[in-house]
T-cell receptor, first 110, second 117 residues
């Protein structure tokens, strides 16, 4: 099977940088995705890494290292609206099935 | 373009009853996946349908079933409801077929919150 571990909660102030780590165990996978979910809202796609390295999308960047079974999401220039839960997810099979980590709740303080 | 639509948004049922949830994907999307979200277990994959065929299935009992229609709309059914089935049920659609490592953005609906009493 597959399993992913994330910290449960991170707190930071506006303007700061936050890194959310995701370690995983799997026998094989195609890529690692990141989703954001505000309280009461639907998960929304942020980033995807199929290959090792950094993917940058505006204030958000995601990194993958297959040799270390590790990835992270970097949130820069934190804003109050970034307060949400962030999930890493493995695409490990043909099709669109995603296996999610437990999620990291990010709290941004003024 | 309309997003993923799930109905109903809220549902209250009692133990032993059955329930049917509906999902209308984004126009043109042929892949529909269902997830269960609970505080204790997080987001768990239920099943995926693509072109009316179940392509992947998660580790849920047979009480959980689904189907997809020719217009890509999907329904999931839970029979003999248990208290532990109380959860937010999320539907996600994707334009991509999910081949290999191709980016597969999943677009989620707002979910159906099911409460079993």
């Amino acid at each position: 099977g597959q399993s992913l571990e994330q910290p449960s909660e991170v707190t930071a102030v506006e303007g700061a940088i936050v890194q959310i780590n995701c370690t995983y165990q799997t026998s094989g996978f195609y890529g690692l995705s990141w989703y954001q979910q505000h309280d009461g809202g639907a998960p929304t796609f942020l980033s995807y890494n199929a290959l090792d390295g950094l993917e940058e999308t505006g204030r958000f960047s995601s990194f993958l290292s297959r040799s270390d079974s590790y990835g992270y999401l970097l949130l820069q220039e934190l804003q109050m609206k970034d307060s949400a839960s962030y999930f890493c997810a493995l695409k490990g099979a043909a099709g669109n099935k995603l296996t999610f980590g437990g999620g990291t709740r990010v709290l941004v303080k003024p | 373009k309309a997003g993923v639509t799930q109905t109903p948004r809220y549902l209250i049922k009692t133990r032993g009853q059955q329930v049917t949830l509906s999902c209308s994907p984004i126009s043109g999307h042929r892949s529909v996946s269902w997830y269960q979200q609970t505080p204790g277990q997080g987001l768990q994959f239920l099943f995926e349908y693509f072109s009316e065929t179940q392509r992947n299935k998660g580790n849920f009992p047979g009480r959980f079933s689904g189907r997809q229609f020719s217009n890509s709309r999907s329904e999931m059914n839970v029979s003999t409801l248990e208290l532990g089935d109380s959860a937010l049920y999320l539907c996600a659609s994707s334009l991509a077929g999910g081949q290999g490592s191709a980016k597969n953005i999943q677009y989620f609906g707002a979910g159906t919150r099911l409460s079993v009493l």
